[in-house]
Each structure stands twice: as structure tokens, then as C-alpha cells.
């Protein structure tokens, strides 16, 4: 079975850079598009990161994207950090027609 | 733009039946697959199940199979979800989905009905 492992939280302090890994098992993490989704309590997800790298529109650059092959690895970026950024993130990618996700990572920004 | 409205949450006894729905609008609604996905609490979000544009393709959760029913009306904009012999573990915030073209996950959420199951 496809898994997706990601850290259960990280932290860093306002203006910082952080970076959330998302490391596939039993398949090949390339193989498939990885997006990102952004959950703040009480809310809906929202998605940050699509096909790997691409912002949907309304998303800042401070949010980023990538893979890599070397590690079966996708990673999203968040730079300049705001309070506002304090929140559940998930990866997700697809393995024989199914949805898979990450356990997610709950960032405190503090 | 475009807005996914669930409705159809509650509570339910172990065992018991609900049925969710999914009102669309402000897109093409026949042209897109779409999905449901769930978040329990203190847990992290998982997909449930998917169906095809033309409702001809349905995918499950291992964890649902064989007891929910995903199915669309492209004429009145709407999905569902069938969810028959529910269970405690089925408990959670359901969340209606559309998913992008080119395997490029979920473009937009609804903002989610939740299910209690409990005696």
C-alpha cells in the first residue's frame, strides 16, 4: 500500500522559513501529482499547492512546492512566516485510482 | 465562483442511515469529477470516495466500501452520499469536493456537514 508519512507538527517564529516534508512508501512519489492543502481551525481546507509546484491563484509566494526523486519526497515551503499560517497542512496524491493522503503536520507559528 | 454547499448531516444510531448532498454552482458541473472527503476529530482528513464526470466511474475508501454510495444529478447540480450500517468510527466533518483536471487534486471545498453516529 501507497502511504504518505509527513512530521505530526513543526514550529518556527514569525519572518522564518519553514519547510514540511511529505515522504511516500510503496510507490514511487513521482509516479503522481502531489498538492498541498492548508487547514486553519474551524475551517475548511483550502489548497496551497497543486501538481507538485503550481500556486492556484490568490495562494502567495511565500507558499512553494517540491519533489524529490532521490528521497520519494515532496516538500512544501513556507517563507516569511505569519501567525496567520497556523494550521493543519496535508499532501495528497492519488496510487491505483485512489486518493491518498498525508497524516498531516500542524505548524505553530510562535 | 464557485461554491459547494453540503447539507444532510446529524445524528444518526450506530447501524442507521443518512444521506448527504452537495449543491454546486458557479461551474460546469457535469464537466468535473467530484469527491467526498472526511475529517474526524482529532484525526486527519480522509478521502472517502470519488465519481467521474459522466457518474460512470465510482472509487471507495477501504474503510467505506460496500456501505456508502457516492451518485450525482448533473440536472440539478448535486452529489451524494448514500451512508448505510454506520458506524462510531464514522463520525466526522463530511466535506463535499471538486476535483481539478490533470490528477491535480482538490480546486475547491465545501465548507462540510458533520456526522455523528452514536447511541
Known amino acids: 500500500n501507497f502511504m504518505l508519512t509527513q512530521p505530526p507538527s513543526v514550529s518556527e517564529s514569525p519572518g522564518k522559513t519553514v519547510t514540511i516534508s511529505c515522504t511516500g512508501s510503496?510507490?514511487?512519489?513521482?509516479?503522481?501529482?502531489v498538492q498541498w492543502y492548508q487547514q486553519r481551525p474551524g475551517s475548511a481546507p483550502t489548497t496551497m499547492i497543486y501538481q507538485d509546484d503550481q500556486r492556484p491563484s490568490g495562494v502567495p509566494d511565500r507558499f512553494s512546492g517540491s519533489i524529490d526523486s532521490s528521497s520519494n519526497s515532496a516538500s512544501l515551503s513556507i517563507s516569511a512566516l505569519k501567525t496567520e499560517d497556523e494550521a493543519d497542512y496535508y499532501c495528497?496524491?492519488?496510487?491505483?485510482?485512489?486518493?491518498?493522503f498525508g497524516g498531516g503536520t500542524y505548524l505553530t507559528v510562535l | 465562483q464557485v461554491q459547494l454547499v453540503e447539507s444532510g448531516g446529524g445524528l444518526v444510531r450506530p447501524g442507521g442511515s443518512l444521506r448527504l448532498s452537495c449543491a454546486a454552482s458557479g461551474f460546469r458541473f457535469s464537466d468535473y469529477y467530484m469527491s467526498w472527503i472526511r475529517r474526524a476529530p482529532g484525526k486527519g482528513l480522509e478521502w472517502v470516495s470519488d465519481i467521474s464526470n459522466s457518474g460512470t466511474y465510482t472509487t471507495y475508501g477501504d474503510s467505506v466500501k460496500g456501505r456508502f454510495t457516492i451518485s450525482r444529478d448533473d440536472a440539478r447540480n448535486s452529489l451524494f452520499l448514500q451512508m448505510n450500517s454506520l458506524r462510531v468510527e464514522d463520525t466526522a466533518v463530511y466535506y463535499c469536493a471538486r476535483e481539478g483536471q490533470y490528477s491535480s487534486g482538490v480546486d475547491s471545498w465545501g465548507q462540510g456537514t458533520l456526522v455523528t453516529v452514536s447511541s
Open positions: 510503496g510507490g514511487s512519489i513521482a509516479s503522481n501529482y
Open positions: 495528497q496524491s492519488f496510487h491505483d485510482n485512489s486518493v491518498v
